[in-house]
């Protein structure tokens, strides 16, 4: 598999578990509590922090992939 090919489908999984992420929050709109609002709302605040600014990024892996010599 082409280098670029693998990227484009990390991307679209990033992508797949962002939707998946989004979906999980708004699955609790329905509750209308403030409480829980917050709390789901954290939760993804979390996670995106994470993977923006945690260790190992999204950016990180695409960069590895880049240098690896696939044809």
């Known amino acids: 598999m082409k280098v670029t090919k693998l990227i484009k ?3 679209t999984k990033l992508d797949d578990l962002y939707e998946s992420l989004y ?3 708004d699955s ?3 509750i209308e509590d403030e409480e ?3 709390l789901i709302n954290g939760f ?3 996670i995106e922090l994470v993977e923006d600014e945690g260790k190992i990024t999204p950016d990180d892996i695409k960069d ?3 240098v690896l010599d696939i044809e």
């Open 44 to 46: 993804v605040d979390q």
């Open 36 to 38: 829980v609002d917050y």
């Open 9 to 11: 489908n990390f991307e």
């Open 28 to 30: 609790l709109d329905a």
């Open 23 to 25: 979906a999980l929050r």
């Open 64 to 66: 590895q992939i880049h």
